[in-house]
C-alpha cells in the first residue's frame, strides 16, 4: 500500500515546493539568478539516445555561476530511493554523473534536482528544475529565496 501512495505524495510535495518557490520572487530578481546562474540536468541511455557513446545510463548536471561568487552549493536530487546530495564548497562550476540505469516508470517530475546556493552577493538561492533526456528542450527553472 506504501508504494502505492509514494509517488503522488512525491509529485505533491514536489507541487507545494514549486509553489512556494515561484511566490518567493520578483521578476527583477528572476532575471538577475536567470543571468548569474545556468543548470542543466540530462539523462543519457545508450537504449534511447543514439547519439551516446557511454556504457551506463546516467544523470549529468551541470552549474556555472557566471558571476564566481559562489560560497557553497548543495545538490539533491530527490524521488530517488536513496535521495542524492552532494555540497560544493567555494565552486562556481562542477558537472556531477549519477548512475541511473532505467527511465523513470513515472516520469522525471518525481525526480526534482534542487540547489540550494550560498552566494557572497545574493546571499542565499535555491534553484529547481527537472531531469531531461538528452536532446529533449532543457525543462523550466524556479528560482527563489529559501
Do not use: C
Amino acid at each position: 500500500m506504501a508504494k502505492k501512495l509514494g509517488a503522488p505524495i512525491a509529485l505533491g510535495v514536489v507541487t507545494i515546493l514549486a509553489i512556494l518557490l515561484l511566490t518567493g520572487t520578483n521578476n527583477g530578481d528572476k532575471e538577475i539568478l536567470k543571468s548569474t546562474f545556468s543548470i542543466q540536468a540530462e539523462y543519457f541511455d545508450e537504449r534511447t539516445n543514439s547519439n551516446y557513446e557511454g556504457d551506463d545510463s546516467h544523470i549529468q548536471i551541470v552549474f556555472q555561476d557566471k558571476s564566481e561568487k559562489t560560497n557553497a552549493v548543495v545538490l539533491e536530487v530527490l524521488g530517488m530511493e536513496e535521495s542524492f546530495q552532494k555540497t560544493f564548497v567555494d565552486s562556481s562550476e562542477f558537472t556531477v554523473i549519477i548512475p541511473f540505469p532505467v527511465t523513470p516508470k513515472y516520469g522525471w517530475e518525481i525526480h526534482p534536482v534542487t540547489f540550494l546556493i550560498d552566494h557572497e552577493e545574493l546571499d542565499k538561492v535555491s534553484l529547481k528544475t527537472e531531469i531531461r533526456p538528452y536532446g529533449d528542450p532543457p525543462a523550466p527553472i524556479i528560482y527563489g529565496n529559501p
